[in-house]
């Protein structure tokens, strides 16, 4: 973690908030953050993204980063967005498909369908596209 977003947990679901605005000069650590849970064995991570008012390309791709090596660790994410410029960019971008959008961390909680699927997993033994090795078992 990088110390600025520790995780709350909820069972093996891990609720991470989000900054106001994540752009180039967090979406880095905002990636780790997200991934930090998924290492330490979450089955679905939240991203509350309930305060964030603002998301760049950067940002997008953190998340599409995240989910896809979450998918191949056996997890899944979901996001709680509210505000209008961030729910926009993730529907123009097509995020909205690839991960489920909830408007309040109660709802993605509330909901116990499947996550929204993602590129598959790699072949047992083969790295992610991330460089690291699947989870075992």
Known sequence: MSGQRQPVWVGRVAVITLPAEIDLANAELVRQDLLSAVAQGATRVIADMTATTFCDSAGIAALVRVVQRAAAHG???????????????????????????????????????????????????????????????
């Open 75 to 137: 997890s899944g994410l979901r996001l709680a967005a509210s505000a209008p410029a961030v729910t926009r960019v993730l529907a123009l971008t097509g995020v909205d498909k690839l991960i489920e959008v909830y408007p309040s961390v109660a709802a993605a909680m509330a909901d116990p369908g499947g996550e929204v699927a993602t590129e598959p997993a790699p072949a047992p033994g083969q790295a992610d596209s991330e460089g690291c090795a699947p989870k075992p078992g």
